[in-house]
């Protein structure tokens, strides 16, 4: 028996994935979404760590695991082990996209229902924000020009919104509330 796709229960859900450079505030969104809002939460990084049974906390050497993994012509693996994460009746938060196959592989698994938010801010406020993990300004530029992090501004035209980072938390998080209502409604303002 054929059924048209106008008789199937519509799925309401969203997958949002949170790009940008290191320390913009990805890792903020997503998880305002999970706790704010009861997204799921998933991580490339951590996708990745599992996958290669590295730390994921030693963020330098999955920098490097990352671009073998982009390098190597796994990035479509990868995205099938991070989408086999994804609950099928959940929304879920997707921390950490780097590629245009991250997009096109969420956006393909997902469709209208796959939303990407570039987070942008300032180099210098993003090493501030850093600072802990590299205190001097060139570790923290030869980590953001690590060669897994070069293909982070391809997507920004093909996020649904571009979101400055550079306030208050509060402000990011009412940006990031204004967003998702749009998404809310099908993306229309």
Known sequence: MHVHNS???QDKRLVVGVTGHIGAGKTSVARYL???HRFSYVRYSQVLSEWKSESPD???RLQSIGWDVMGGGMQAELNERLIARIPSRANCAVDGLRHPTD????SRAFSSRFYLLYIDCAQETRWERLRP?????EDFRQADLHPVEQQIEALRGKAFALINNSGSLEALYSEVEERLQQMHRGGQL
């Not at 997009?103 to 969420?106: E, I, P, T, V």
């Not at 993990?133 to 300004?137: E, Q």
């Open 103 to 106: 997009y096109d592989c969420l």
């Open 34 to 36: 999970s706790e704010a």
């Open 7 to 9: 008789l199937k229960p």
């Open 133 to 137: 993990r590299y205190p001097l300004l």
């Open 58 to 60: 030693s963020k330098k």
